[in-house]
């Protein structure tokens, strides 16, 4: 028969549903009794969401019975008192002072665009007249100072508070702005989390109708800790057409969903390609993957954006297309989306 810490070392393979982190990690396990009849995990329900709890009871009890010597298991869920949960959840989000609104931008993998859609998504909120802010969650892998500009020193107020860059309109903060562009990143988890809220909480982000955040890809720790630290208005998942990337929207909206977060909805992006010979339209990557899946998830759909030329160039050379050229046909689809966005966020409210 296994001891209780072996069987906790095999329960850290388990992962919460949606997440990369592991439900011992989560606080969900929170005993281990091991007896001559067999084994009894006792767990704290970490959802009011049924199917989740039964998804985790269900991996927990093949995944200790497939130890070897484990003649049963037994699998018992203490519910908390359903006052207590809310009570604590909003005890550990808090608002930023001066910001209106707390908008998420995320990805379920990398590579669909999402911190080019946030960029250019902030650039046309602050066209139709908003005050936006803009925040580089992505600690590892930052490119919102290259996209939005870092020819400027980051100064600190005489009580240490970040000062943000300001360029085309916008506030903005990354950590692209303190390391250099061939300096790695080798941070564990608790040192990125504390950069986060550093970001979140002690910025002079002054006065703002929405601070937009793009978060890295993926649901690990560093998006969880901002969804359960910081009070979000909404968020938006990205991604492109194609079944690969679809795979990981679920996710994305289950991470929402699960933390309290109201999904704003999915955009679709590099949803297609006008050939400028031709004029023909092509659909490298698929087409329609995202409204359908947005159906399917019972969430809205905010658009498509096409694969165009002018986005990347304006990526790479800190001129963002929304800011450099507001007329082009994407920067209008860039404006309609914001557009539903803004009002979402004035419903909520």
């Not at 209780?4 to 388990?14: C, G």
């Not at 066209?127 to 020193?153: E, N, Q």
């Not at 901002?226 to 909404?234: C, S």
């Amino acid at each position: 028969m296994p001891s209780p810490n072996e069987i906790l070392s095999e329960l850290k393979k388990v992962k919460y549903p949606g997440f990369t982190r592991d439900i011992v990690s989560f606080g969900i396990v929170k005993d281990i009794e091991v007896a001559y009849a067999g084994v009894t995990v006792f767990l704290v329900a970490p959802s009011a969401n049924s199917d989740v709890v039964s998804k985790i009871v269900d991996e927990v009890r093949s995944t200790v019975a497939a130890m070897p010597g484990v003649p049963e298991v037994r699998v018992e869920v203490e519910h908390p008192a359903p006052s207590q949960a809310p009570q604590q959840a909003a005890a550990q989000k808090r608002r930023i002072p001066g910001v209106a609104h707390l908008l998420a931008i995320a990805s379920g993998k990398g590579g669909v665009g999402k911190s080019t859609v946030a960029v250019n998504l902030a650039l046309a909120m602050k066209a139709l007249g908003w005050r936006v802010g803009l925040m580089d969650a992505d600690v590892y892998g930052p490119s919102l100072a290259m996209m939005v500009g870092a020819d400027a020193p980051v100064k600190v107020t005489p009580e240490r508070r970040i000062v943000p860059l300001e360029r085309y309109g916008i506030r903005y903060v990354s950590m692209g702005l303190f390391v250099r562009d061939q300096q790695a990143v080798i941070w564990r988890g608790p040192m990125v989390t504390k950069l986060e809220m550093e970001f979140l909480f002690n910025v002079e982000w002054g006065e703002l109708d929405c601070l937009v955040l793009d978060l890295p890809p993926g649901t690990g720790d560093a998006q969880l800790t901002i969804t359960q630290r910081a009070r979000l208005d909404g968020g938006v998942i990205v991604t492109t057409p194609q079944e690969l990337a679809l795979l990981d929207v679920r996710r994305g909206v289950q991470m929402f969903k699960e933390v309290g977060v109201p999904v704003l909805g999915v955009i679709e992006n590099m949803s297609y390609y006008v050939c400028r010979s031709c004029g023909s339209r092509h659909q490298i990557f698929s087409h329609g993957g995202g409204e359908r899946l947005a159906r399917e998830l019972g969430v809205a759909f905010l658009g498509e954006l096409p694969l165009v030329r002018e986005v990347r160039e304006g990526g790479d050379q800190a001129l963002p297309l929304v800011a450099l050229n507001p007329s082009h046909p994407v920067s209008a689809a860039f404006k309609s989306v914001a557009e539903r966005i803004i009002e979402d966020l004035q419903k909520a409210a």
